[in-house]
């Protein structure tokens, strides 16, 4: 498997990878804006959706992700046990 650093999503507060993601909805792609779910504050949650790259390194819409590349989120562990992690069919959901 072809590991490229830049394509695979960290936190950008803790550095975090192989962890879940999440980025802004709707804005243009920033990594700098990506966030586990230990680095989410509490107001800008709800503005936050799964980060899952494509082969080029681009985010997907979310309700465009296919199949495959969304397994791959969900089979990656929230940064911590605690608070809010993402839910497949609720979204946001208290741990
Ligand atoms: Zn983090």
Same mark, same amino acid.
């Given at each position: ?20 993601? !999440?980025?802004?909805? +709707? ?19 709800? !503005? !936050? ?11 997907? +819409? ?20 605690? +608070? !809010? +992690? ?10």
């Amino acid at each position: 498997m072809n590991t490229n650093e830049k394509d695979t999503p960290a936190c950008n507060i803790c550095k975090k990878s192989n962890v879940r993601i !999440y980025r802004p909805y +709707g804005f243009f792609y920033r990594p700098e804006d990506n966030r586990c779910n230990e680095h989410l504050e509490e107001n800008e949650r709800k !503005y !936050y959706i799964p980060c899952v790259i494509d082969k080029d390194g681009l985010p997907w +819409g979310y309700t465009m992700v296919p199949k495959e590349d969304c397994d791959i989120f969900y089979n990656l562990p929230e940064a911590v046990s605690t +608070g !809010y +992690g993402w839910d497949t069919k609720k979204g946001w959901v208290k741990l």
